[in-house]
């Protein structure tokens, strides 16, 4: 029972730093939800709103360290070419996947898609986490503006949701090893 | 686009500007106690020029993406190659292996920084009519989207 270096860094950028990411959205959103002056004491806002933004600032960091990871050290080993004459591919993830029709798709449509999708989720993650930190407790007389936190929260949890489905099924097909 | 701090606003809810000693503030009612008293919340200007920025960098993702799909009828319209151009990782040393797609995301995030510096700085103190950015950045933010859809993107492929 051992993980090789790959295999480690593939888990921490998919399941651990996804994992956490989903957490924080679900954190993040409730809180953000929720923050309706009717709804909250003063003294209740007063001891939401550093959570929210803790929830917040979570998932924007974690966004980003998910997309670095994935962009910077596992994609390398995912796309990389495989030598001349080799018929092996079980260590080159792309080639083994585009080997086959039954599974070419994975890439031309999965991984091609969640690359660049991906990226979507910080840059809207980061925006919710200024906006929450920015307003503070005004943030409840800010329905404007928090409608459409929620609207770039939901976002980013669709773009890095896509990405992460694609990334575990791509995965399952065709794993970096 | 930009409304002056001392000016009257309009958005959901009937919204003034003024200033305090700590610098300009937005004055709203509460949201859903609209007879209540006037409160003062920060202006909404560095705020919504992030909702820009991330619409700009979203979009600078899905141009990178259609560009270099695009690269090799654009080098043969004008000789330039957006493929070998997006290279980062190569042309600067900006990682190994990750090819054309460290250009895109690396150039994305500058236009998604610098475009939030530089609004935030114009915006700065400024109450700005936030549901017409609010409108924009969703539209940038699904431009963005559609040109990293790969069956849209394949359509500016060569052959």
């Known amino acids: ?177 | 686009m930009v409304t002056e701090t001392t000016e009257p606003i309009t958005a959901v809810a009937p919204e003034a500007t003024t200033s305090s000693r700590n610098g300009p503030v937005a004055v709203i009612e509460p949201e859903e106690a609209m007879t209540g008293p006037e409160i003062a919340t920060k202006p909404n200007g560095p705020v919504a020029a992030g909702f820009i920025a991330a619409g700009v960098g979203t979009l600078v993702i899905g141009l990178g993406v259609v560009l270099n799909e695009a690269s090799a009828t654009i080098k043969e319209a004008i000789g330039f190659d957006f493929n070998a151009f997006l290279r980062f990782d190569a042309n600067y040393g900006l990682g190994q292996g990750v090819g054309p797609l460290s250009g895109k995301v690396t150039l994305a995030v500058i236009a998604f920084a610098a475009t939030w510096l530089v609004l935030g700085y114009v915006w700065r103190g400024r109450e700005v009519p936030f549901q017409r950015v609010f409108r924009t950045s969703l539209a940038l933010i699904g431009l963005g989207f559609l040109m990293t859809f790969p069956p849209f993107f394949e359509l500016f492929a060569a052959g």
Do not use: C, N
């Open chain 1, 1 to 177: 029972m051992s993980l090789t270096d790959r295999e480690l860094w593939a888990l921490i950028h998919g399941l651990g730093l996804g994992a956490l990411f989903l957490l924080a959205f679900t954190g993040g959103f409730l809180g953000l939800w929720s923050l309706r002056e009717r709804f909250i004491t003063p003294e209740g806002i007063a001891e939401r709103i550093p959570r929210l933004a803790i929830w917040t600032s979570v998932m924007g960091v974690v966004a980003w360290l998910t997309v670095i990871t994935g962009t910077w050290i596992v994609y390398p080993w995912y796309r990389a070419t495989p030598p001349e004459g080799t018929t092996d591919f079980t260590t080159f993830p792309r080639s083994l996947l585009l080997s086959l029709p039954s599974t070419a798709e994975w890439h031309r449509f999965g991984m091609e898609w969640k690359e660049h999708i991906a990226w979507i989720a910080p840059l809207l993650a980061t925006v919710v986490a200024f906006a929450v930190i920015y307003y503070g407790a005004q943030l409840t007389r800010r329905h404007d503006i928090r409608s459409a936190l929620l609207v770039f929260f939901t976002l980013a949890f669709a773009a890095a949701g896509i990405a992460g489905l694609f990334g575990a099924l791509i995965t399952k097909a065709a794993p970096v090893s």
